[in-house]
């Protein structure tokens, strides 16, 4: 089983639409979960920090679920400026460890 | 917003030349790491360091590949003898305490 585990799309969606992404890890013992967003040919950039109580950041809900090992992320009204590859990343332990990266989810915003 | 800048922001190398990449992590980082990316994969890790030390480091961070923060504010990565395979986008990221990570823009490395 793969440590990270993303649909790598592309979900193709007209602009207003919400569109939810999902998210396996395999880490029980996993401690930090994030998404981020990656440009074509730039770096990731974080979009939020997922908690276990789940957040919201504007347009944007994420929600972990520990006990099935699953991290989600909704975008509501999308914008054009959504399309990216969205990325989540999970973080064994502690600050000095590296973080996981899934292959990403690929979101295509048509007019 | 500070960022974490990373130069060049692309190097072309000859296959068993040697290459430094650079990075300047924000001031208040305590964690460094460096990740790479092959064209069309996931980022991958390769080391992390703290305290003037490697803490972490992958398969992928052979003896071909060093570290070091000499000055206390460049973080090099160092390939001694690139590889075809070597060819990838780099990028170094930073953190504060219990932070999450944020990604410099990256160097894209070819290997001729």
């Known amino acids: 089983r793969k440590e990270v585990e993303q649909d790598p799309g592309p979900f193709n969606v007209p602009e207003g639409a919400t569109v939810a992404f999902n998210c396996t890890y395999s880490?029980?013992?996993?401690?930090?979960f994030f998404w981020y967003r990656q440009d074509c040919r730039k770096e990731p950039k974080l979009l939020m920090s997922?908690?276990?109580s789940g957040n919201e950041d504007g347009r944007f809900t994420a929600q972990l679920n520990r006990a099935s090992q699953y991290i989600s992320l909704l975008i509501r009204d999308s914008k054009l400026s959504d399309s990216a590859t969205y990325l989540c990343?999970?973080?064994?332990?502690?600050?000095?460890?590296?973080?996981?990266f899934g292959s990403g989810t690929r979101l295509s915003i048509r007019p | 917003e500070p960022e974490v800048t990373q130069t060049p922001s692309h190097q072309v190398t000859q296959m068993g030349q040697e290459v430094i990449l650079r990075c300047v992590p924000i001031?208040?980082?305590?964690?460094f790491y460096w990740y790479r990316q092959i064209l069309g994969q996931k980022v991958e890790f390769l080391v992390s360091?703290?305290?003037?030390?490697?803490?972490?480091k992958s398969e992928i961070f052979d003896d071909q590949f060093s570290v070091e923060r000499p000055d206390g504010s460049n973080f090099t990565l160092k390939i001694r003898s690139t590889k075809l395979e070597d060819s990838a986008m780099y990028f170094c990221?930073?953190?504060?305490?219990?932070?999450?990570?944020?990604f410099g823009d990256g160097t894209r490395l070819s290997i001729l």
């Open positions: 001031s208040n980082h305590l964690y």
């Open positions: 360091f703290y305290n003037n030390e490697i803490s972490e």
């Open positions: 997922v908690y276990s």
């Open positions: 990343v999970v973080g064994p332990y502690s600050s000095a460890s590296k973080i996981i």
């Open positions: 880490n029980s013992a996993s401690q930090s």
């Open positions: 990221a930073g953190a504060g305490n219990n932070q999450p990570q944020h």
